[in-house]
Nanobody
Framework: QVQLVESGGGLVQAGDSLRLSCATS????????MGWFRQAPGEERELVAA????????DYPDSVKGRFTISRENAKNTVYLQMDSLEPADTAVYYC????????????????WGQGTQVTVSS
């Protein structure tokens, strides 16, 4: 049974940091590109970070560039999202996702989704 379990979300103030984790099981983590998406109320889901099998990182969107950092730890089947200098506009549900290639994540052709974790940033 495939599972992607996000954790680390919460309510923070603008300027604070959070580190999201996504612990996975049920598939060969090292053979998948991993990504973090987010979806704010009334908005479409967007890709904010992606990392390839070998650790290469896809370009971040301008909205998070310089503030968010994705990393993976294959030995623990876990992917992380370090979020610094958080802004109210970062408020969303954050989802972990897995696909064989980053290209598929960019196209939102996702094999596996997590259930999401809420991040709320107050001003």
């Amino acid at each position: 049974q495939v599972q992607l379990v996000e954790s680390g979300g919460g309510l923070v103030q603008a300027g604070d940091s959070l580190r999201l984790s996504c612990a996975t099981s049920g598939f060969t983590f090292s053979r998948y590109a991993m990504g973090w998406f987010r979806q704010a109320p009334g908005e479409e889901r967007e890709l904010v970070a992606a990392i390839a099998l070998n650790g290469d990182v896809h370009d971040y969107p301008d909205s998070v560039k310089g503030r968010f950092t994705i990393s993976r730890e294959n030995a623990k089947n876990t992917v992380y999202l370090q979020m610094d200098s958080l802004e109210p506009a970062d408020t969303a549900v954050y989802y972990c996702a897995a696909s064989p290639l980053i290209l598929f994540l960019v196209r939102m052709q996702v094999d596996y989704w997590g259930q999401g974790t809420q991040v709320t940033v107050s001003s």
